[in-house]
């Protein structure tokens, strides 16, 4: 028994991996591989961790791997240095389900890509095309001075780049929530959809006829294909920044792809 016991003892370290350092202050470690989990604890910069697993979840500035602490929570791998951005300790047996009633607040590293190039990178809060006030990659202020954010002024883009990832799932969310049950979206076609909810807002596109389009059963890629060509203007005139991005969008939907994004993770 007791040489049973410490064969388990010496086994336990090659299981795990680490310790490691965490690579900025304030790093939260969350119930799941996503920024729509709750967050458990956060970790000061330069604590060390080891990771018990590894899995993949939401992209975060390119990596899609989350490393599952020894504390039973899970940070982004972005955040802790490990040396590499491949793996370094076995494969989660299984992810945590994504919030009850919610889709998986996913976004792929093309669709983070686009909706930063069209919104673009503001380090200070200040009006936008049609006078709004946003801040970061699109971010749009809720109170004066987007006092809001938790970030300091004026923004890297690495903050503004967490800041992108805490608002996502609010419309990754709302977009889950507009979807019938039948309706069934790779990665692409979420990231389009998302990339067009995130720049629209939930209200406008919830009612929109490229949703009830999709819920009726139509192809989504020729549904924004047909649909998001309208959706130009903005104070009611056209802009030549949205019929780009729209084309980029429609690009990025009739991309192909076998990964699922919705109405679960893969």
């Not at 507009?178 to 939930?202: H, K, P």
């Not at 919830?206 to 060509?229: L, M």
């Given at each position: 028994?007791?040489r049973?016991l ?12 680490g310790?490691?350092?965490i ?9 799941g ?11 000061a910069l ?17 990596n899609?791997i ?10 982004s ?26 889709p998986c ?6 669709g ?6 069209f ?6 809060p ?10 970061g ?14 970030y ?5 883009q690495?903050t503004?780049?967490q800041?992108?990832?805490d608002d996502?799932?609010?419309?990754t969310?709302?977009l889950g ?10 990665d ?8 067009w ?6 209200g ?5 006829t ?6 009726a ?16 203007y ?12 729209r ?10 792809s076998?990964k699922q ?6």
């Amino acid at each position: 028994m007791i040489r049973a016991l410490l064969a388990l003892v010496v086994a336990l370290p090659a299981l795990a991996a680490g310790p490691y350092p965490i690579k900025e202050a304030g790093s939260r470690c969350r119930t799941g591989p996503g920024t729509s989990f709750s967050v458990v604890k956060q970790y000061a910069l330069g604590r060390m961790v080891t990771l018990v697993c590894q899995t993949e979840g939401e992209n975060i500035n390119g990596n899609t791997i989350w490393d599952k602490t020894t504390e039973g929570c899970f940070v982004s791998d972005y955040l802790v240095k490990t040396g590499t951005n491949d793996y370094v300790a076995p494969r989660c047996n299984s992810s945590p389900n994504p919030p009850s009633g919610k889709p998986c607040a996913l976004l792929n590293a093309a669709g983070i890509a686009l909706v930063k190039e069209f919104e673009g990178f503001v380090p200070s809060p200040a009006p936008d095309p049609i006078g709004l006030p946003t801040v970061g990659y699109g971010h749009l202020c809720e109170t004066k001075g987007c006092g809001e954010v938790r970030y300091k002024f004026p923004l890297t883009q690495a903050t503004a780049s967490q800041l992108l990832n805490d608002d996502l799932p609010r419309y990754t969310t709302c977009l889950g929530e507009m979807l019938g049950s039948g309706v069934t979206l790779n990665d692409n076609q979420w990231a389009a959809l998302t990339s067009w909810v995130y720049n629209l807002g939930c209200g406008q596109t919830k009612s929109s006829t490229a949703i009830r389009r999709i819920n009726a059963g139509e192809n989504p890629t020729t549904v924004v294909e047909q649909e998001f060509p309208k959706w130009v203007y903005a104070g009611g005139q056209k802009f030549s920044g949205l019929v780009r991005r729209r084309d980029a969008e429609i690009a990025l939907c009739k991309k192909p792809s076998s990964k699922q994004a919705y109405p679960k993770c893969t």
